[in-house]
């Protein structure tokens, strides 16, 4: 007989491979050439190993830790 604690995680891993297929089944854009907000250039490895970067790996970073911290009212 499940617990709670067993629903739960059945519950997180649903939820997770949920958001795994829509990041898959999601539309790409072009890689930028350059970045969108420092506007420098974008290095061609990371061009080619993630389809649709718009960022500098520095303007990422920043931008993740921003939306990690932000709490809308």
Known sequence: ?????????????K???????????APRRASAHFCEDCEMAIPEPRRKIIPGVQRCIECQELNEIKRRNYRSI
């Open 15 to 25: 939820m997770l491979q949920e958001q795994i297929a829509q990041a898959i089944s």
């Open 1 to 13: 007989m499940a617990d709670w604690i067993d629903e739960s995680q059945e519950q997180q891993i």
